[in-house]
């Protein structure tokens, strides 16, 4: 992979995580809560959104450490978290689940629009410019592992929020141990486990896309 095609990709993928971060936000400030507006987040200027490590470094180590990956070289990255208060949600019961997937919900969305464009218009696209599919494909497969990645319920990624929402209150233990381990198995969980989901990505890739 070349420089100039990782830097496009992080581009991409900060672009993917604001809109991921900022639908968080406006879900919650339509249940209610204004927190994430008068953090001035609830905006697509990815400088306050934007998370030195998380959407820099990280995908810039694993774009060069997977080049030999059986699936390709891959990345994923995240955001600094929106800040929500759930107290505020008119629904309690549902409320914060419904900002959980706001964020995969987005970077679904994203893969679904450029991903349509692919299927129905590639032939003109690539007599325009045979580089922008290119492009246009990386969209589609990275917010595809953004949407994947981030639905995995292991604390603090979105599908844990979701997951606590409807598990009872039997396994507030297992939340516990969740919450206070996550970040040592999402860790393992990037770097060891991830990768056997590229398969996924490319599956629905072509199921997507058409070719």
Known sequence: MEFTDIVYLILVLVFSVVLHEVSHGWVAHSQGDPTAKQAGRLTLNPIPHIDPIGSLLVPFFLLLTTQTAPGGPYAFGWAKPVPVNPNNFRDQKFGSAKVSFAGPAANLAIALVFGLLLRFFSGPIAALSPELI????????????????NLIPIPPLDGSHILFDFLPA???GLKRFLMQYGFFALIFFAFFIFPMFIPVVHWLFRFLVGF
Do not use: K, R, T
């Open 134 to 149: 290119g492009m246009l494909v990386i969209i589609v497969q990275l917010n595809l592992i953004l949407a994947i990645f």
């Open 170 to 172: 039997s396994f507030d």
